[in-house]
């Protein structure tokens, strides 16, 4: 089995301290708040808030994809603290490395689009719904299975992926 990283790009490495400082802005401003004479109990919001928005984050970050594992049956997505994507080459219609122009023009429909990544649910005109598990905003990777439907990961090296996959799995390769 071979591995190859996934590393987050720069605004997937700034977005979550950008919400922490926000965050953290948000608890001190309330605390404030809270120690006035004229104390309202509508404050009380400013402390909720940023605890939700941290549950949201750590759950971002247990999904964040660290991997990519190719071995001669199948291709692996590892995750920071979530259970790893195993997708049998039996299930995979094809592999394709994706232009990144390709995917400049993708909506968010239901997903992160920078918190540790960008993972969820995305759209395009060219490939149509795609399951997202990329760290950085270019070498993708495309796969079409027949049960999942197209899923989309992000190596460091596109182009090592590619090739190991040419050697395990030649015919399922574009």
């Not at 990519?68 to 592999?95: C, G, H, M, W």
């Not at 997202?132 to 182009?159: H, M």
Request: charged share 20%; aromatic share 12%.
């Amino acid at each position: 089995m071979k591995s190859f990283p996934c590393s987050t790009d720069m605004a997937a490495q700034i977005v979550p301290w950008f919400i922490g400082v926000v965050c953290l802005g948000t608890l001190i401003l309330g605390v404030f708040e809270c120690l006035q004479p004229n104390f309202n109990p509508v404050v009380l919001i400013t402390f909720i808030t940023p605890i939700i928005l941290a549950i949201v984050v750590y759950f971002m970050y247990k999904q964040m994809p660290v991997a990519i594992n190719v071995d001669k049956y199948a291709l692996t997505i590892e995750r920071k603290k979530s259970d790893p994507l195993q997708f049998n080459y039996s299930d995979i219609k094809s592999i394709t490395h994706v232009p990144d122009g390709d995917m400049k023009m993708v909506i968010r429909t239901f997903g992160n689009g920078g918190v540790f990544g960008y993972t969820g649910s995305f759209y395009n005109k060219k490939y149509g719904s795609m399951k997202w598990y990329c760290t950085r905003r270019q070498n993708y990777i495309l796969l079409e299975t027949t049960n999942k439907g197209k899923i989309v990961f992000t190596p460091d090296s596109a182009e090592e992926v590619m090739a190991e996959l040419k050697k395990v799995a030649p015919s399922l390769v574009i």
